[in-house]
């Protein structure tokens, strides 16, 4: 099946993606707690305000890439192509991660306050949506299905 993805936007996608699932990890913050920082060429890892930035960096590739295949989408591949029920769970796990990621970046500017418990709720709705995003993506190799689908 001829996919409408190129390859290099394939892997776009994978390299934006690792990029947020590592620098979003370290905002936990877990590097130095768990000795990751002694590992040679990682101590990067242990500086915040740096994986701070790259997760910054990430959403905003992330919000282009995802705006150009939506409007491609729309105008289109939709004729020819349906999103499976892989592709549809991943549109939707992507459309989540993004609208709490995007919370978390209002809550951080200064000024800005939400009460304690809605906030919460976002901070861990947004790291359940990570781990499920990578779930999805193991599951969709095992079961070797794809996203989309000639109509
Ligand atoms: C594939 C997409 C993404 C993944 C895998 C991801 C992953 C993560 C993870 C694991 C955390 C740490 C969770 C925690 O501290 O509880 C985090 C935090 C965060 N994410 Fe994302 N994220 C993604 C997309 C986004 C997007 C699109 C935005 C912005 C629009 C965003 C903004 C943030 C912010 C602001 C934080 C908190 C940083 C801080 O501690 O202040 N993320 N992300």
Same mark, same amino acid.
């Given at each position: 099946?001829?996919?409408?993805?190129?390859?290099?936007?394939?892997?776009?996608?994978?390299?934006?993606?690792?990029?947020?699932? %590592?620098?979003?990890?370290?905002?936990?913050?877990?590097?130095?707690?768990?000795?990751?920082?002694?590992?040679?060429?990682?101590?990067?890892?242990?500086?915040?305000?740096?994986?701070?930035?790259?997760?910054?960096?990430?959403?905003?590739?992330?919000?282009?890439?995802?705006?150009?295949?939506?409007?491609?989408?729309?105008?289109?591949?939709?004729?020819?192509?349906?999103?499976?029920?892989?592709?549809?769970?991943?549109?939707?796990?992507?459309?989540?991660?993004?609208?709490?990621?995007?919370?978390?970046?209002?809550?951080?500017?200064?000024? %800005?306050?939400?009460?304690?418990?809605?906030?919460?709720?976002?901070?861990?709705?947004?790291?359940?949506?990570?781990?499920?995003?990578?779930?999805?993506?193991?599951?969709?190799?095992?079961?070797?299905?794809?996203? %989309?689908?000639?109509?």
């Amino acid at each position: 099946m001829s996919l409408p993805t190129s390859r290099r936007t394939a892997w776009a996608y994978s390299l934006v993606v690792t990029l947020l699932a %590592v620098s979003g990890v370290m905002q936990m913050p877990i590097a130095s707690r768990y000795r990751i920082t002694t590992v040679p060429g990682l101590a990067w890892l242990g500086d915040f305000w740096f994986t701070h930035k790259l997760h910054y960096l990430g959403a905003m590739a992330l919000l282009a890439l995802v705006s150009y295949l939506v409007t491609r989408w729309v105008l289109e591949w939709r004729r020819e192509y349906a999103l499976t029920v892989f592709g549809l769970a991943r549109a939707g796990l992507l459309a989540a991660l993004i609208v709490t990621g995007a919370v978390r970046v209002l809550k951080n500017l200064p000024g %800005v306050s939400f009460s304690p418990e809605p906030i919460m709720l976002v901070d861990w709705t947004h790291l359940g949506l990570a781990l499920l995003l990578g779930l999805l993506a193991l599951a969709r190799r095992i079961a070797k299905a794809g996203y %989309v689908r000639p109509r």
